[in-house]
């Protein structure tokens, strides 16, 4: 075994391995590679992948959480709106395996004790400046977390590669339609959206 290997520096280089090889590219197998060991050796310090994959997803979502709340600071209104959004969009290109880590699915008592809730906070400062009621913010930070992380997720797939305008233009008009929406919050509705057929 490589002397110094500890569960952090496997960690670090599950994410070293994610941001070159793209998250799926992780295997146990090719992180002993990485490192120099066998693959063996690698389960004296996580339990299996799932384990490494878990703890690759809670070092990002702090990772995630601390670049968003340095992005924040300072900042209100529309520029809050737009730092957070560029902090997690900056954040995917510089580590886009790191960011595909913060996708992964936690159960509850992880997700809770992760930085996903600091995640979710941020995104409440910045609902702040807007004019919502109480029991629409939760509606609101599902909106923002919809908007960012699927249009990051589209653009790192390349979907927006093939047509014009070019998508750091589509990325803007986004905020400001952001912006818009918050300011204007449509009354709470109880009627569904979906019609039953006749």
Excluded: C
Excluded at 16 to 45: I, P, W
Excluded at 63 to 90: T, V
Aim: glycine fraction near 8%.
């Amino acid at each position: 075994m490589r002397i110094g290997l500890t569960p952090e520096r496997v960690v670090d280089a599950g994410l070293e391995l994610a941001d070159a090889a793209g998250l799926t590219g992780v295997t146990m197998t090719r992180l002993a590679q990485h490192v120099g060991v066998k693959t063996a050796s690698l389960y004296a310090h996580v339990r299996d992948l799932d384990d490494l994959k878990t703890r690759m997803a809670l070092r990002s979502l702090d990772e995630l959480a601390d670049h968003g709340a340095e992005a924040l600071a300072g900042r209100a209104g529309k520029n809050a709106l737009g730092a957070l959004g560029n902090a997690y969009r900056d954040y995917a290109r510089a580590h886009p395996g790191r960011y595909a880590a913060t996708r992964i699915p936690l159960d509850h008592a992880t997700a809770a004790a992760s930085g996903g809730p600091r995640n979710t906070d941020l995104a409440s400062a910045v609902l702040r400046e807007y004019d919502l009621p109480a029991s629409e913010r939760p509606h609101a930070t599902r909106v923002l977390g919809a908007t960012f992380h699927g249009f990051i997720s589209l653009e790192q797939s390349g979907s927006f590669s093939h047509s014009s305008p070019d998508s750091e233009s589509s990325w803007h008009r986004a905020i400001d339609a952001l912006d818009a929406m918050l300011r204007h919050w449509p009354e709470p509705s109880h009627t569904s959206i979906i019609e039953s057929p006749a």
